[in-house]
């Protein structure tokens, strides 16, 4: 059985460049055959084409590794990785508390007014139906919450805002970014 195999060998080969186009591949590949068969040798029925079951057994591993590198991208040095930025998740649990905290330190009228227009989504004009009070009244008080929301969290500008929707799951480099958050 064994000079059978060892003899199958040169057209493993050939067969296995014709398939992949690459000497050195197709050497991995009679290699990777060659063991495969080794080890399921008990399988193979005696008297059945020793041939055919060795070319079947090269067939399917190289389409099974063509469909596999098929949804790969070649990166052997790892720089398209390196070049890869996605948001962490924790802060943005941390901050929800914060505000949570902070809006709890509103006035009540504020907080009301600033869940009615900015959560709720309510216009000005339903929010002051729904309070009893004048449109002027209801934007004042969202703008009064709004400025002590910023006091209270420490934050100066409205660039500090959203940070999530910076970040960006892609190569960096191509949306114009270099490893950080909204050009940070």
């Known amino acids: 059985m064994t000079a059978d195999i ?14 992949c186009g690459n000497v050195d ?18 399988s193979f029925v005696e008297g059945t084409n020793l041939r055919a079951w060795l070319f079947t057994i090269l067939r399917n591993l190289y389409y099974s590794e063509y469909r596999k ?3 790969e991208i070649a990166d052997s040095d790892g720089s398209i990785a390196a070049r ?12 929800m508390l914060d505000f949570r905290e902070a809006l709890q330190h509103l006035p009540t ?4 007014a ?5 959560a709720t989504g309510l216009s000005y004009e339903e929010a002051a139906g729904v309070c009893g009070c004048a449109i002027g009244t209801m934007k004042s008080r969202v703008n009064r919450a709004r400025t002590r929301l910023a006091e209270l969290l420490a934050i100066s ?5 959203g940070h999530e929707g910076d970040w960006q799951a892609v190569d960096p480099i191509l949306v114009g970014q270099r ?4 050009g940070d």
């Open 157 to 161: 500008s409205s660039s500090e805002f």
């Open 84 to 95: 890869l930025a996605s948001a962490p998740a924790q802060p943005s649990h941390m901050d």
């Open 25 to 42: 591949r197709a050497d991995d590949l009679v290699q990777e055959t060659l063991v495969k068969a080794w080890s399921k040798l008990g």
């Open 6 to 19: 060892l003899a199958v060998i040169p057209n493993l080969r050939a067969f296995a460049v014709s398939l």
């Open 69 to 71: 590198r098929r949804r």
């Open 179 to 182: 490893y950080s958050r909204g």
């Open 114 to 118: 600033l869940i009615l227009i900015g």
């Open 109 to 112: 009228d504020q907080r009301e």
